[in-house]
Structures are given as structure tokens and as C-alpha cells.
């Protein structure tokens, strides 16, 4: 079965840090390209991280410089280490990967994990 495991969600107060790990279970990532996304209810979707199979990471502005994505294949996981949290990070995020290259004909999601930044 295939599935996208995420973990690492939690409450923290604003500037600490939290970081989100994603295991793909039943298929390797090595030829994926895996994302990060964040949903806050009520809003669509938004893209955060994103990382190639040849790991080349881009973000959103919202989060750049604040947050970094990086794989380790040979553990199936991809991480999302989120530091100077703001309030406004405050969602839902969800992995998801798209392969394999070159035909990126399979999509996956995991289940989400929540993460709350408050005082």
C-alpha cells in the first residue's frame, strides 16, 4: 500500500522551530519530486518547499529563508525544517510527491499534520 507519512506537527510560540518529516511507504522516492503544502481552512492550498529528485529545493517568499527542505532516499523521508515561526504559518501541511521522472504519472498525499504558532 502507498501511502505519506507526516509527523513532527505540534504548537510552538513564535521564532521557535519545528520539523516536519515525510515517509513515503510502499514506493521509493528517489525519482520523485516531493512538496510541501500548507492549508489553513477556509484558504486553497499553498505550495511551501518543494525538492527535485536531483535535489534542487525552491520555496515560497513567504518562507524563504525561514525554512528548508531536504531528502534522504535511502530512508524514503523528505524533512521540513521550519525555523522563526510566525503565527501566520499556522496550517496544515501536507506532503506530497509526484513521479516518477520522466513520466511523473503517479501523485500522492499524505494525511497532513497540523502546526500552531502562538503565544
Known amino acids: 500500500q502507498v501511502q505519506l507519512v507526516e509527523s513532527g506537527g505540534g504548537w510552538v510560540r513564535p521564532g521557535e522551530s519545528l520539523r516536519l518529516s515525510c515517509v513515503a511507504v510502499g514506493f521509493t522516492t528517489g525519482y520523485y519530486r516531493i512538496n510541501w503544502y500548507r492549508q489553513v481552512p477556509g484558504q486553497e492550498r499553498e505550495l511551501v518547499a518543494e525538492i527535485s529528485a536531483a535535489g534542487n529545493a525552491d520555496y515560497a517568499d513567504s518562507v524563504r529563508g525561514r525554512f528548508a527542505i531536504s531528502r534522504v532516499d535511502t530512508m524514503n523521508t523528505v524533512y521540513l525544517q521550519m525555523n522563526s515561526l510566525k503565527p501566520e504559518d499556522t496550517a496544515v501541511y501536507y506532503c506530497?510527491?509526484?513521479?516518477?521522472?520522466?513520466?511523473?504519472?503517479?501523485?500522492?498525499w499524505g494525511q497532513g499534520t497540523s502546526v500552531t504558532v502562538s503565544s
Open positions: 506530497n510527491a509526484n513521479g516518477p521522472w520522466p513520466a511523473y504519472q503517479n501523485d500522492y
